[in-house]
């Protein structure tokens, strides 16, 4: 089954056939669910959490 795709343009929310103009926005919805989106969210922003504070405290020690 294939997903459909979306445009936008000129706050217009359309589904995209044929070509679209340079200036619209297209989009197509996520294959995850909302909990599946929310934990990757989640675990990328610790994992940045803590690269900073590596850096951070490499940065201090010299």
């Known amino acids: 089954m294939a997903s459909k795709v979306y445009v936008s343009l000129n706050g217009v929310v359309s589904e995209a ?3 679209q103009p340079k200036d619209a ?3 197509a ?3 995850k ?3 599946q989106v929310i934990h990757e969210q989640r675990a990328n922003r610790r994992k940045n959490s803590q690269l900073i504070k590596e850096r951070l405290d490499e940065a201090f020690k010299r």
């Open 25 to 27: 926005l297209l989009f």
């Open 17 to 19: 056939i044929g070509t």
């Open 29 to 31: 919805p996520s294959k």
């Open 33 to 35: 669910s909302v909990s």
